[in-house]
Nanobody, 123 residues
Framework: QVQLVESGGGLVQAGGSLRLSCAAS????????RGWFRQAPGKEREFVAA????????AYADSVKGRFTISRDNAKNTVYLQMNSLKPEDTAVYYC????????????????WGQGTQVTVSS
C-alpha cells in the first residue's frame, strides 16, 4: 500500500521556522516529482512548492518564494519543506504529494497524497 506520511507541523510564532517531512512507503518515488500543497480554513487547496525527481528543478508559489525551500532525499524516499519567516497567513494543513511531473503539481493536482499536517502561525 502506497503511503505518504507528513510530519513536523505544529504551532510557531510569526517569524519562526518549521521543517516539514514527508516519508513515502509502499513504493519508491525516486523517479517522481514531489510537492507540497496547503489548505487554510474556508479556502481551496493551493500549490506551495514542487521539486523534480533529481532535485535539479524547483517551483514555488509566489506567496512563499524566498521563505520556503523544498528538498528531497531519494535514498530515504522523503521530501522536506523548510519554512522560514512564517506568517499567520501560512496557517493551514500542509499536504505532500507526488506525480511524475512537476508541472502537474504546479497546475494543482497529483495522484498521490498524504494525510496532512497542521501548521499554525500565531501573531
Amino acid at each position: 500500500q502506497v503511503q505518504l506520511v507528513e510530519s513536523g507541523g505544529g504551532l510557531v510564532q510569526a517569524g519562526g521556522s518549521l521543517r516539514l517531512s514527508c516519508a513515502a512507503s509502499g513504493r519508491s518515488f525516486s523517479t517522481y516529482a514531489r510537492g507540497w500543497f496547503r489548505q487554510a480554513p474556508g479556502k481551496e487547496r493551493e500549490f506551495v512548492a514542487a521539486i523534480s525527481w533529481c532535485g535539479s528543478n524547483t517551483a514555488y508559489a509566489d506567496s512563499v518564494k524566498g521563505r520556503f525551500t523544498i528538498s528531497r532525499d531519494n535514498a530515504k524516499n522523503t521530501v522536506y519543506l523548510q519554512m522560514n519567516s512564517l506568517k499567520p497567513e501560512d496557517t493551514a494543513v500542509y499536504y505532500c504529494a507526488a506525480d511524475l511531473y512537476t508541472r502537474t503539481m504546479v497546475g494543482g493536482t497529483a495522484p498521490y497524497w498524504g494525510q496532512g499536517t497542521q501548521v499554525t502561525v500565531s501573531s
